[in-house]
Structure formats: structure tokens, C-alpha cells
């Protein structure tokens, strides 16, 4: 029983400062109002002079779509090398939108609809394409 009890040890640094001192909580409504400050570990990781593009569902979309096009054989950008076509992956991710499509019927926006009802249309008839001009590559 006694290495059943000897597991692991999670510490929360997040209340700390640099000199190890708590801080106070930050209230839920100063945190949504306020401006991400500059030494957060997200802005950290972008390099300097460049922004991130904003996360919202349509940006999510077409990240997931890209991959699954790229996955397909398409090259989005010409100086990159070409990605091995794998079409399971690729129908993976088509079946993850496709559940997204149905979990958030009636949840979404209009702009947001129609950005997940023509990608997967998009997607649905370039792997329908794919197989059927290629159908050994399809069985795996």
C-alpha cells in the first residue's frame, strides 16, 4: 500500500512571484477586463514583431481543414516540402468536424454555420476525389 501512496507532487506556482511570495487572487471579472499582460507565457512564444491571429471557432475550422487538405496531398504553401498522404488521418479529422457540426446545432452563428457547413463540403468532396482516383491508398 505504501508505494500506492507515493505518487506524485503537483505544485500550483501560479498565485507566486519571481521571489516566491503569494500574490492575491485576481477576481473573475478584473481578469476578463483586463489586457493579457506582456510576460504571459502565450506572447512569450510569438516572435517579436509578429501577432498571432485570434482564436475563435472559424479560425479552429479552418486550422483542422487545412490540416486535413494537407493530409489529402494538397500543398497550401509551395515553399514547404509535401506531407505524405495519409487518407486516415485525413477522414479523422473530416468525422471530428462532421461531430462538431452536430454538437453545436443551434449554437453557432451564422458567419460560424456557414464556415463549418462549406468546409466540410470542401473537405467531403476532395476526399471523395482522392479515393476514388486512387482506391488502394483508401484501405488501411
Known sequence: ???????????????????????????????????PSSSSPSSETVAEGQSSPPINFSSFVFSLGSSSLMLMGETLDPQQPAIPVNLAQAKEIIDILSVLEVKTKGNLTSDEKSV???????????YVGVTTNNPQSSSS
Open 116 to 126: 463549418l457547413t462549406d468546409m466540410l463540403y470542401t473537405l467531403r468532396m476532395k
Open 1 to 35: 500500500m505504501s508505494e500506492e501512496e507515493k505518487g506524485f507532487v503537483i505544485r500550483d506556482k501560479r498565485g507566486k512571484t519571481e521571489s516566491g511570495s503569494q500574490t492575491e487572487p485576481e477576481s473573475p471579472s478584473a481578469t476578463s477586463t483586463s489586457a
